[in-house]
């Protein structure tokens, strides 16, 4: 089974407004971690945003939320007010076991969406 | 503060030869890793190391190897190579165990002919 599921192959928005990007994850570790990264068509990995299995509140940062449904396996990425340098490839990623841990330095990775935003 | 860095950015090699990637991580990390990124794909996990000695591995063949400096650089070897070896080579820093992020470098693209 996927670990990382990312369903929207492409998505597209028009500036200013808001987009959603859909990440399922499966796992049956307590403790984990759920990751965005921003992929530019240089190919340098852009960290956004970070979700602790254990934080009770949302993550945020500036214009990214991250929409945590714990019981649903969700990790959904939310960017308000789109610019155009948003467009890019977006990777959700989780990482399994405590920080610490023997697989801490594993990422695993969804298959991405490609995000386009119109002006 | 610089990032990662990563040399080279591009490579070409023939199949069979072996190539190396270099990696150091941001000032003050001592845990990196390697991801390789097919054109198309998400990142796959490779190696990590941490303090020189390696963490982690993933499913690759025994051809992909790595080690860890003093100064926590790193570089990662692939011997024999294929045709399937071309990619996208990020390397990631984290300090491990206060800091849950891991930050990517640009990448090095190797094809191989």
């Known amino acids: 089974a996927q670990k990382i599921t990312q369903t929207q192959p492409g998505m597209f928005v028009q500036e200013k407004e808001a987009v959603t990007l859909d990440c399922t994850y499966d796992?049956?570790?307590?403790?984990?971690?759920l990751f965005w990264y921003k992929q530019p068509s240089s190919g340098e990995m852009i960290f956004l945003i970070y979700?602790?299995?254990?934080?009770?509140q949302n993550a945020t940062e500036g214009r990214y939320s991250l929409n945590f449904q714990k019981a649903r396996k969700s990790a959904n990425l939310v960017i308000s007010a789109s610019q155009l340098g948003d467009s890019a490839m977006y990777f959700c990623?989780?990482?399994?076991?405590?920080?610490?841990?023997?697989?801490?330095?594993?990422?695993?990775f969804g298959q991405g969406t490609i995000l386009t935003v119109h002006p | 503060d610089a990032g990662v860095t990563q040399s080279p950015t591009h490579l070409i090699k023939t199949r069979g030869q072996q190539v190396t990637l270099r990696c150091s991580p941001i000032?003050?990390?001592?845990?990196v890793s390697w991801y390789q990124q097919v054109l198309g794909q998400g990142p796959q996990f490779i190696f990590q190391?941490?303090?020189?000695?390696?963490?982690g591995r993933g499913n690759f063949p025994d051809r992909f190897s790595a080690r860890q400096f003093p100064n926590y650089s790193s570089e990662l070897n692939v011997n024999a190579l294929l045709l399937g070896d071309s990619a996208l080579y990020l390397c990631?820093?984290?300090?491990?165990?206060?800091?849950?992020?891991?930050?990517f470098g640009p990448g090095t693209r190797l094809l191989v002919l």
């Open positions: 990631a820093s984290s300090f491990l165990r206060d800091q849950e992020t891991q930050y």
């Open positions: 796992t049956s570790d307590p403790s984990y971690g």
């Open positions: 979700q602790g299995s254990y934080d009770q």
């Open positions: 990623a989780m990482r399994e076991g405590p920080a610490g841990g023997t697989s801490y330095g594993k990422l695993t």
């Open positions: 000032s003050g990390h001592k845990s």
């Open positions: 190391y941490y303090e020189k000695e390696e963490r």
